[in-house]
T-cell receptor, first 116, second 118 residues
Framework: AQKVTQAQTEISVVEKEDVTLDCVYE???????LFWYKQPPSGELVFLIR??????QNEISGRYSWNFQKSTSSFNFTITASQVVDSAVYFC?????????????FGTGTRLQVTL | DGGITQSPKYLFRKEGQNVTLSCEQN?????MYWYRQDPGQGLRLIYY???????QKGDIAEGYSVSREKKESFPLTVTSAQKNPTAFYLC?????????????????FGAGSRLTVL
């Protein structure tokens, strides 16, 4: 069975602070994919990043960066110089390679509140 | 612009009534999904469909039904058998496995429908 754990339920930071959202996963698959989605107050989930299990390179996209470590089964997400617009619920998700549909296992989400 | 439209955005239902949530996509995606979101529990898969006229149960299908008569549409019916239907429901779509690795497929989500049982 697959499992995703986001131990941080809610994080509050002041604008311009850096913040890291933790994600730990469990899977028996050798090929799998990890995702981060953002859910702003409007409700729809917005895709941020996808990583496959064979690519452990860290990735940076503007103020966002991701640290994938297979040795610790973690896929952490860091926002540098946070802004109020970053306030949202962030979900980490895991998918194996099965069938023709993508069946994601989501974590419980981390609510990030950025204040002035 | 392509995307997913869910309606209604808010819905109130009396106990014992069935209610149908609409989901329409114009992304030409083969696969469609329904997720339920409850506070503190993340998203859980209710049903998914890989092609027209075919659908599969997800992790929490009891008390729900779906149909997939058209590629663009995947309505979800919350029946009176669903014991705790108050939740936020999200519809999503993705390309199918025949057009790419299925596990890698990125899901596009709608804005959700919030159902409240009175």
């Amino acid at each position: 069975a697959q499992k995703v754990t986001q131990a941080q339920t809610e994080i509050s930071v002041v604008e311009k602070e850096d913040v890291t959202l933790d994600c730990v996963y469990e899977t028996r698959d050798t090929t799998y994919y990890l995702f981060w989605y953002k859910q702003p107050p409007s409700g729809e989930l917005v895709f941020l990043i996808r990583r496959n299990s064979f690519d452990e390179q860290n990735e940076i996209s503007g103020r966002y960066s991701w640290n994938f470590q297979k040795s610790t089964s973690s896929f952490n997400f860091t926002i540098t110089a946070s802004q109020v617009v970053d306030s949202a619920v962030y979900f980490c998700a895991l998918s194996g390679y099965t069938g023709t549909a993508s069946k994601l296992t989501f974590g419980t989400g981390t609510r990030l509140q950025v204040t002035l | 612009d392509g995307g997913i439209t869910q309606s209604p955005k808010y819905l109130f239902r009396k106990e014992g009534q069935n209610v149908t949530l609409s989901c329409e996509q114009n992304l030409n995606h083969d696969a469609m999904y329904w997720y339920r979101q409850d506070p503190g529990q993340g998203l859980r898969l209710i049903y998914y469909s890989q092609i027209v006229n075919d659908f599969q149960k997800g992790d929490i299908a009891e008390g729900y039904s779906v149909s997939r008569e058209k590629k663009e549409s995947f309505p979800l019916t919350v029946t009176s058998a669903q014991k705790n239907p108050t939740a936020f429901y999200l519809c999503a779509s993705s390309i199918g496995g025949s057009r790419g690795l299925s596990g890698a497929n990125v899901l596009t989500f709608g804005a959700g429908s919030r159902l409240t049982v009175l």
